[in-house]
């Protein structure tokens, strides 16, 4: 199984910034890809970012040039550098990592516990 562990969040004004950590233990495998969503309030989670094993990355339109994500492979851990946040970047944002399962024969995605981030106008 897969444990992950965020920290980071916070409460920032707008314009500020914010580093969030996810660190990734137990079965993980050396091909993966890790990623955080956004949970904000009164709507559906989205992705914010991804990254593989192998460095390649993607974002939602509403964050690129303003939020980073990279990881250590060596750690197993994400990061998410959020900079000029906005309050619409409001919510809970989880972490997940998704990785082929050998003893299911599937692709499977564990999730974090989450971290509020709260930004004021």
């Known amino acids: 199984q897969v444990q992950l562990v965020e920290s980071g969040g916070g409460l920032v004004q707008a314009g500020g910034s914010l580093r969030l950590s996810c660190a990734a233990s137990g079965s993980i495998f050396s091909i993966n890809i890790m990623g955080w969503y956004l949970q904000a309030p009164g709507k559906p989670q989205e992705l914010v970012a991804t990254i593989t094993s192998g460095g390649i990355t993607n974002y939602a339109g509403s964050v690129k040039g303003r939020f980073t994500i990279s990881r250590d492979n060596a750690k197993n851990t994400v990061f998410l550098q959020m900079n000029s946040l906005k309050p619409e970047d409001t919510g809970v944002y989880y972490c997940?990592?998704?990785?082929?399962?050998?003893?299911?024969?599937?692709?499977?995605?564990?999730w974090g516990q989450g971290t509020q981030v709260t930004v004021s106008s």
């Open positions: 997940a990592v998704d990785q082929f399962e050998p003893s299911r024969r599937r692709v499977e995605r564990t």
